[in-house]
């Protein structure tokens, strides 16, 4: 297992498209987590996954923004009718359940919206 | 909102000194983590305390939860030029989690 992988590493879309980023996991890892970070800032918790149920979700920015783990692996995080105050950095991190070890986090995915 | 403040924002030290970064909370936490985050990467996992008064180690690093479970520090003796980042403490209530804003330390050779 390599860690937590993203995809794609940089978007830059038009403000008003819809853009999907991937996150997989590390496979033993039952909890999937997104993040958002801006320059100068930690990072802010978005939503969250345990095994396919989507745990917490109220901290998603705005009803643009959803997250899918269909089955349990991989997520997706959409953010429809992009606006330019979405460009940041979106992490997705994963942990086992049972706490203790942290979260491992992916390297991001980079949005730019112009 | 936040649920931990991190003080302080910035800090400038020159090789070999040591440096404290502080996490506090206006309410008892049930646990803190501790990240680092390098120019340019992503946060990785430093340490968990849980226990009130828990202090740990590693190497030249000492992480301390408060006897009230209301705040942590990390202290780096003797910094070296790859301590370079930003130190992020870390906390969930249920299931909300939270990150601090972070010191962003710079070592000076």
């Known amino acids: 297992d390599t860690g937590v992988s993203q995809d794609p590493r940089h978007k830059i879309t038009k403000r008003g498209q819809n853009v999907t980023f991937r996150c997989d996991p590390i496979?033993?890892?039952?909890?999937l987590y997104w993040y958002r970070q801006t320059l100068g800032q930690g990072p802010e918790f978005l939503t969250y996954?345990?095994?396919?149920?989507?745990?917490?979700k109220s901290r998603l920015l705005s009803d643009r923004f959803s997250a899918e783990r269909p089955k349990g692996s991989f997520s997706t995080l959409e953010i429809q009718r992009t606006e330019q105050g979405d460009s940041a950095m979106y992490l997705c991190?994963?942990?086992?359940?049972?706490?203790?070890?942290?979260?491992?986090f992916g390297s991001g995915t980079r949005l730019t919206v112009v | 909102g936040q649920q931990v403040m991190q003080i302080p924002q910035y800090q400038h030290v020159q090789e070999g000194e040591d440096f404290t970064t502080y996490c506090n909370s206006s309410?008892?936490?049930?646990?803190i983590q501790w990240y680092k985050q390098r120019p340019g990467g992503h946060p990785v996992f430093l340490i968990q305390?849980?226990?009130?008064?828990e202090v740990k180690k590693q190497k030249r690093l000492t992480f301390q939860f408060g006897e009230a479970k209301k705040n942590s520090s990390l202290h780096i003796t003797a910094t070296q030029t790859t301590d370079v980042g930003t130190y992020f403490c870390?906390?969930?209530?249920?299931?909300?989690?939270?990150f601090g804003t972070g010191t962003s330390l710079t070592v000076i050779p």
């Open positions: 991190a994963s942990s086992y359940s049972g706490g203790g070890h942290g979260y491992t």
């Open positions: 496979s033993e890892h039952n909890r």
């Open positions: 996954f345990q095994n396919e149920a989507q745990l917490e």
């Open positions: 309410t008892t936490l049930s646990n």
């Open positions: 305390l849980v226990k009130s008064g």
């Open positions: 870390s906390t969930n209530t249920g299931n909300q989690f939270y």
